[in-house]
Every structure is written in C-alpha cells, then in structure tokens.
C-alpha cells in the first residue's frame, strides 16, 4: 500500500497536506481486504485523517491506483460486478430506494449545502462567481438549449427540489410536469412552485404517459442503470412529440465497466451506475439523433467543494440532528468526488436530442 501510495506521491503519516495520517493499523488490512469500501468506513470511524482530502484524491484518480488496488480487494468489486451484471438494480421495485435512502435524509442537510434553488447538480461556472450564479446559468443555460416557448409542455424526469421546473415556468412561460421518487423532494416542489403551472408527480419514469414538447432529464440518468437504458431512451421517445427536444444532463465516465463503487453504493447512492460515452451512443442510435453533446465536467469540482465548504460551515447547526459519522461519511462523499472530477476521470454531459421526425435545424448553446 505504501508503494501504491508514493506513485501518487501520497505517503503514510507523512507531512504534506494530502499524506493519510494513520491513527489505527486497521486501515491496512481493511482497505486491503475490501478495497474502497474499507478505506471509506475505516475513514468514518476515524481510523485516518488527512487534511486535505480532495488533494490526496485527485492524486489517487489521476495515478490510477483506485484501479491498481482492485487486484488486492477482488471480493466486494467482484459482488458488485455480478449484481450489475447479472440483476436490474434499477428495477421498478427498487425505484424509490435511492430517494428514501439518500434524498429523504432531512432536507436540512441539502437546504444548508445546496444553492437558494436546492439544485443538487453540477453548476456551470462559466462567467460565475459563485455557486449560485453558476446554477443559475445552468438551469437558464438548459432552457436556453430546449429553445422554449410560451405554453410548450415540459417534463422533467427527476426534477429534485423544482429549481428547473420553477424556473422555466416563470421565465419561459412553459407548463411543466415534474416527477421525483423523492417524497420530501415533491412537498418542498409543490410548495415553492404554488401559483405557476408546475405540477409534481411522485412516480417512476417508466408509469408515465402524456405528450410533450420538451423533455429533460437532470442528474436522474446515474440512477436508471444500464439494463434499463433502452427502456429509458423509448419512454422518453414515446413521450416526445415529433418536433420535440430531450436535454439529457448526466456525471459520465471515460470507461465502460459495469458495477459501481462499493462505498458510494453502500453510504450515497444504492443501486447507481454512470455511463461510459458509449453506452450512451449505442442505446440512442436508431431511436435518436444527437444534436449537441457538452461535457464540462471539470465544473463538477468547483461545485462540489462549494457544497462541502457550505455543509463544513453549517455543522455546528446540523450536528444537533446528524452525528460525527454522518459528518465523516458527508465529508468522504463530497471531497472524493472532488478528487474524481478533478481528475478528469468523471465528466458531466448535457446531450440534446432531436426524433428523426425533427425539421427545424439545431443551433448548438453555450
């Protein structure tokens, strides 16, 4: 471990701001033995610290070594690669899993980290200052790219806490239906959208029917799982008019694999998987066109460690409802996510698609 370690330049109980710090020799044999998984639950025991976490990450990613050290931990990667191999994770009966576990947690976690918007997806910091200029121009920059229009139908599969929705609407003058498998999601939607012409639906993608002009989809794709993609892309086909748009806003990685991280599996997000730029493509084709395809995933990082320096600053209130593990694992979470951006290993996309049936020409936004 420490040979793996010194080729991302990181040492054990070294000086730099990025060495792990080791305060039980347990981590050895725990991360050893279960990989990623027990390097993140021996981090939220306390069992080693570092100061800068987010540094010694993006060494991590960017030397490869999360890959390296999956020889010496093939039982849990190898469980998880047999369950997103083998069973849909993502199926109807485990939809709303993901929204009781992660996303109902207590909406003053997200409320206190998130922007005024509660957009909990990745800003577009492009000419911001802060973060929420930068999700501002990212919900007007998705309206921008649907090109829409006064009394068009959107829907929003995965509409969080109606940033998107409620912006639209009020700017753009577009009807718009949300759906979130996220009960406290709908409730602070359905409260902040009063008076506009938002309605949002508690219900997985695959029940929906209806027609509309414009769809998007925001940071929802990582949790429909690749055995569910072509059921995905033909839902939101039969649902699209002809002369329609589908915005598609999703993390993404530079590989296809199947399985996911142990620990983002287990502590975040149960039964996620991100998509390599091929799967994407091979799925779409024959069903749609792609008409412009973005990736700015490096604005993931500055977003990410806007998020934690706005979660770090607001714990002295959390910590009366979340203890000091919950603060371990959200600190985990968010810094090595960071790393994983920064490393160019995660990427974010937003696609517009069109139906073949689509006359009018595409002009590219940005």
């Known amino acids: 471990m420490r ?42 025991k306390g069992l080693w610290d570092c100061r800068a976490l987010d540094v010694m990450f993006t060494r ?13 931990s093939r039982l849990p990667l190898f469980l998880k690669f047999i369950q997103h191999r083998f069973f849909n994770l993502q199926s109807s009966a485990r939809a709303f899993q993901v929204g009781e576990q992660h996303y109902d947690i207590g909406n003053d976690v997200f409320t206190a980290m998130l922007d005024p918007g509660l957009n909990y997806s990745c800003g577009y910091w492009q000419d911001a200052e802060n973060l929420e200029q930068a999700q501002e ?32 609407a ?15 999601q709908q409730e602070y939607a359905l409260k902040h959208s009063k008076g506009l012409p938002v309605d949002i639906i508690l219900t997985d993608y695959r029940d929906l029917t209806g027609s509309f002009d414009k769809i998007v989809s925001v940071g929802m794709f990582e949790h429909v ?46 039964n996620y998987a991100l998509p390599s730029a091929r799967n994407i493509a091979d799925v779409v084709e024959g069903i749609f066109l792609i008409e412009d395809w973005h990736n700015f995933g490096q604005d ?42 920064r490393a160019r290993q995660g990427q974010l996309w937003q696609l517009v698609m069109s139906k073949r049936q689509r006359q009018a020409m595409y002009h590219s936004v940005r």
């Open 60 to 72: 991590m990613f960017a030397a490869g070594i999360p890959d390296k050290l999956k020889g010496w």
């Open 170 to 184: 009020s700017h753009y003058g577009v009807e718009v239906t949300g759906i979130t498998v996220s009960k406290q």
């Open 225 to 270: 799982g690749l055995k569910n993609y072509p059921v995905y892309f033909s839902k939101v086909n039969e649902l699209l008019n002809d002369e329609g748009l589908f915005l598609l806003h999703t993390i993404g990685k530079d590989i296809s694999s199947h399985g996911a991280d142990p620990w983002i599996d287990k502590y975040i997000f149960p």
């Open 137 to 168: 121009n990212k919900v007007d920059l998705i309206c921008r790219k649907l090109q829409l229009k006064p009394g068009e139908k959107v829907l929003d599969i995965g509409c969080g806490w109606g940033a998107l929705a409620i912006h639209a």
């Open 3 to 44: 040979e793996l370690a010194a080729e991302a330049g990181v040492e054990f109980n070294g000086d730099s701001i990025w060495d792990i710090q080791v305060h039980d020799p347990a981590v050895y044999s725990m991360t050893l033995t279960r990989g990623s998984l027990g390097f993140g639950e021996a981090y939220m």
């Open 300 to 341: 993931y990082d500055k977003t990410l460690m806007s998020w934690w320096n706005k979660f770090d600053q607001a714990w002295d209130f959390l910590s009366a409802n979340y203890d000091r593990v919950f603060y371990r694992m959200w600190k985990f979470y968010l810094l090595s996510c960071a790393g994983f951006f």
